[in-house]
């Protein structure tokens, strides 16, 4: 190891400091890995995951993703797994700081965008609160691909004023604890993520504060992936629409998801599932 007297030079995140060593502080870097399509992954992003000593992931980033790191980085998944053991938060937040006390640069690597319902906050908070430089890459958000894959504008001109991202995630058998009254009303856009298991209680709390069961809805499946699966329906047959799916998935209700059944020009005919009151939304197409 080089020893430079008197000033300081930076050896593999060894410093040396007027002759002893020290470790450089390490860095964590919150990275967007976007919905799954690596070209969906921005440049930034992209320089940051070749940058990186350690990359810790969640199950949502995709295998192409994580083929552009380089085969130096560590990759560490902390994917919910239903057989093995899944970490907890506060041992992400635990690993993320250690790795940086370390001296090394972290990336933990987020599907989408890593502050929309990605926990991304907390790993920040607790990165600020040991005293580690944490900066954030923004990704792109599930519900922009799946919007943009079936053509359907998330704002339209007339028909959808304003977007609204809420999560359908609820205990089992529990309603999701939203603000009904508001979503309820007509020509704005509600776009639910975590909401597959439970899509028929919220198709069913919005007709009930007012959204009529005719509303345009959108179901998009693993959206920007080779498996993406893409269901035109309606609000009153969001459950039932829902049920044939695995997910990831994104609920997409409003005015101006009838969008995606008149046309647009990415993609209409990707396989939709033909069942239970759903149309292929290549089919509704060719018909429309
Ligand atoms: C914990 S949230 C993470 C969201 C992520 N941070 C983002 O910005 O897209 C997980 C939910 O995001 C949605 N999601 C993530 N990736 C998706 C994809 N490729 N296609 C459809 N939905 C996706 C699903 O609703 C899934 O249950």
Redesign the pocket.
């Known amino acids: 190891m080089a020893k430079v007297k008197g000033r300081q030079s930076r050896i593999e995140n060894l410093v040396v400091i007027g002759g002893a060593p020290v470790r450089a502080p390490g860095v964590v870097w919150l990275v967007?890995a976007?919905?799954?399509d690596p070209e969906l992954l921005t440049l930034k992003a992209l320089k940051v995951l070749q940058g990186a000593d350690v990359i810790v992931h969640?199950g949502?980033v995709?295998d192409e993703v994580l083929a552009l790191a380089t085969s130096t980085a560590r990759l560490i998944s902390v994917a919910k797994r239903k057989s093995r053991h899944s970490y907890a938060q506060d041992e992400i937040n635990r690993m993320l700081v250690a790795f940086a006390c370390e001296g090394l640069t972290v990336v933990r690597l987020?599907?989408?965008?890593?502050?929309?319902?990605?926990?991304?906050g907390e790993e920040l908070a607790a990165c600020r609160e040991a005293g580690v430089v944490c900066k954030v890459v923004p990704?792109?958000?599930?519900?922009f691909?799946?919007s943009a894959s079936a053509g359907a504008p998330l704002t339209h001109r007339g028909s959808a004023q304003a977007v609204t991202f809420v999560?359908?995630?609820a205990a089992k058998g529990e309603i999701p604890d939203l603000d009904w009254e508001s979503l309820g009303r007509a020509n704005q856009t509600v776009v639910?993520?975590?909401?597959?298991s439970s899509a028929a209680t919220i198709g069913e709390r919005l007709i009930a504060a007012g959204r009529s069961g005719s509303t345009p809805a959108l179901i998009?499946?693993?959206?920007?992936?080779d498996d993406?699966r893409r269901i035109a329906t309606t609000l009153a047959k969001l459950g039932v629409a829902s049920a044939a799916l695995t997910?990831?998935?994104?609920?997409i209700v409003g005015e101006s998801m009838a969008l995606a059944i008149a046309g647009g020009e990415s993609g209409l005919d990707a396989a939709a599932i033909p069942a239970m009151g759903a149309r292929r939304v290549s089919d509704a197409r060719g018909k429309a």
């Open positions: 967007g976007g919905p799954g969640d949502l995709s987020k599907g989408g965008d890593p502050f929309i319902f990605g926990r991304g990704g792109v958000t599930a519900a691909a799946a999560t359908g995630h639910i993520y975590m909401g597959l998009v499946e693993n959206a920007s992936r993406e997910g990831p998935a994104m609920l």
